[in-house]
């Protein structure tokens, strides 16, 4: 199983992107998806997480500009980020909690990462 991320880049303050990971591989069943993101010199946070049945949860610092959602179909996640400040640098990765087919358990699998820079 791998996840895929991508949709970083540099944009100005007050601006969007829409951030994609993809998870490809023997894929048996998809339960939470989540975003997390890790500044310079800062650790990883959680930024939104959506469960298999929609529900969605956000960090206070990105409620009401960013907007997590998911496609079932196509096993893939997806951040919309609007109205980004500076503050919002960083590199963004992807978790999934995924069943592999053939296995009774789940696990946590990471994308490899994509960063996302914004000039004030």
């Known amino acids: 199983v791998q996840l895929q991320a991508s949709g970083g880049g540099l944009v100005q303050a007050g601006g969007s992107l829409r951030l994609s990971c993809a998870a490809s591989g023997s894929i048996g069943s998809i339960y939470a998806m989540t975003w997390y993101r890790q500044a310079p010199g800062k650790s990883r946070e959680l930024v939104a997480t959506?469960?298999?049945?929609?529900?969605?949860n956000y960090a206070d610092s990105v409620k009401g500009r960013f907007t997590i959602s998911r496609d079932n179909a196509k096993n893939t996640v997806y951040l919309q980020m609007n109205s980004l400040k500076p503050e919002d640098t960083a590199i963004y990765y992807c978790?999934?909690?995924?069943?592999?087919?053939?296995?009774?358990?789940?696990?946590?699998?990471w994308g490899q990462g994509t960063l996302v820079t914004v000039s004030s």
């Open positions: 959506v469960t298999s049945g929609g529900s969605t």
């Open positions: 978790n999934a909690v995924i069943r592999r087919v053939s296995q009774n358990s789940q696990r946590e699998y």
